[in-house]
């Protein structure tokens, strides 16, 4: 699976987007982009996903450049419950036997401030 | 809520003992991992299982064996614990939707080793 750089922590104030970068530069055809999130002491969160175009649900858009080499995770409207450590993850879906194993890096940490 | 409890959910136990840690779903899911979690590691798969009966290494699978004798339940044990051991676990589902395995994961089990 291709490995991904994040920033190691960022700040965004309540109310504002969060706008947090990945890098995955050697991503694969065949590779999606997850994105996770760990709320303190909590077992991972599962947030959205994408292959090559830009994701939407109601925790968060996914924008992935058209060379799929970078992508952004943006929480419109930030809350303080937004404050995790967030992971960016790519990994084969088709092929293989990956059986949906996941290669959790460092992550981001987000501080959402008052 | 992806129906994942994991029992106990704090153990403390003494360094040669065995342990094993349960977790369970309701759901039948097909496939199921054990992952631990350490201050400057982030989470590192420890076993996976993709059936009944079917179950693989993960990463950090030395001192660790698993079982799934029916599809509910995943059981994690420590032959002998160690303090090396201590950690939180985490267990996690998927399933496979049109190539695409989103995981769930339970609340963790916290585990000293003393």
């Known amino acids: 699976d291709a490995k991904t750089t994040q920033p190691p922590s960022m700040d965004c104030a309540e109310g504002r987007a969060a706008n947090l970068p990945c890098n995955h530069s050697t991503i694969s055809g065949n590779e999606y982009v997850y994105w996770y999130r760990q709320i303190h002491s909590q077992g991972p969160q599962y947030i959205i996903h994408g292959l090559k175009n830009n994701e939407t649900n109601e925790m968060a858009s996914l924008i992935i450049t058209e060379d799929r080499k970078s992508s952004t995770l943006i929480l419109p409207h930030a809350t303080l419950r937004d404050t995790a450590v967030y992971y960016c993850i790519v990994r084969v879906v088709y092929g293989g036997t990956s059986y949906g194993k996941l290669t959790f890096g460092q992550g981001t940490i987000l501080t959402v401030h008052p | 809520d992806a129906g994942i409890t994991q029992s106990p959910r704090h153990k403390v136990t003494e360094t040669g003992t065995p342990v094993t840690l349960r977790c369970h779903q309701t759901e039948n899911h097909r496939y199921m991992y054990w992952y631990r979690q350490d201050p400057g590691h982030g989470l590192r798969l420890i076993h996976y299982s993709y059936g009944v009966k079917d179950t693989d290494k993960g990463e950090v699978s030395d001192g660790y064996s698993v079982s799934r004798s029916k599809t509910e339940d995943f059981l994690l044990t420590l032959e002998s614990a160690t303090s090396s051991q201590t950690s939180v676990y985490f267990c996690?589902?998927?399933?496979?939707?049109?190539?695409?395995?989103?995981?769930?994961f339970g609340p963790g089990t916290r585990l000293t080793v003393t």
């Open positions: 996690a589902i998927s399933e496979s939707r049109r190539g695409s395995y989103e995981q769930y």
